[in-house]
C-alpha cells in the first residue's frame, strides 16, 4: 500500500494544464448516497487565492453524468494521470457512468480522500482535493461562441473552487523484497 503524502499545488499547474490540452485528466465526483464516479475533462483554469487557498475552474455540461453530482455534493477531485494511464483516462471520456462503473471498467482504484467526499484515484500521482464555492449556470459568456449556439440544456456550467490539499503518493517502506 503507498502512503499519502501532501505535496506543493504551485509545483503542478503546468502538468496540469498540460495534461488537460493533450488528454484530460480525471475528476473524481460523489453523490449523497456516497456513490462516485470519474471523468475525463480537457478543459480548466488555474488561479490564485480563495480564502488563502489556490482556485482550480472546471466546466461540466448538464448532459454528462456527473454534472448532477456536483450540484449535490458541491466536491470533486482533479486526478492528474501519468502516461501510464492513457487507456483509462480515454476510456472514462467515452463511456458514461449512468451505464458502468468506470472505475472497474478502467482498472483504477478509488480511495479516500483528506479534505473532501469524492474519491482520490491511487494510480494517479497527484490528486487535488476541491470544494466548489460558486458556479456560473448557463446561459452565460465565459465560453466560446460555438458553444454558446448549443441549447441552455448542453452548455456547460462553470465550476470555481478553492483547492483544500494536493497529495500523492510514496511506497510503502514497511516491505522491502530481497
Known sequence: MKNRIELDF??????ILNRMRREGVLCTVV????????????WGQIGPFYHGHPVLAIAVTPQ???????EKVPEFVIAVPDDSLRKAVDLCGTISGRDA?????????????????????????????????????????????????????????????????TFGWEADCGHQDP
Open 10 to 15: 504551485w509545483a503542478y499547474p503546468n502538468e
Open 31 to 42: 453523490d449523497e448516497a456516497s456513490n462516485h464516479n470519474v471523468i475525463t475533462l480537457g
Open 64 to 70: 454528462r453524468h456527473s454534472w448532477i453530482f456536483l
Open 101 to 165: 462503473d468506470k472505475f472497474k471498467a478502467s482498472g483504477l482504484t478509488p480511495v479516500e480522500s483528506a479534505c473532501v467526499k469524492a474519491p482520490s484515484i491511487l494510480e494517479c500521482p497527484i490528486n487535488i482535493e476541491c470544494r466548489i464555492y460558486a458556479k456560473v449556470s448557463p446561459p452565460h459568456f465565459l465560453l466560446t461562441p460555438e458553444h454558446r449556439k448549443a441549447p441552455v440544456g448542453y452548455q456547460h456550467t462553470i465550476y470555481f473552487a478553492e483547492v483544500l490539499g
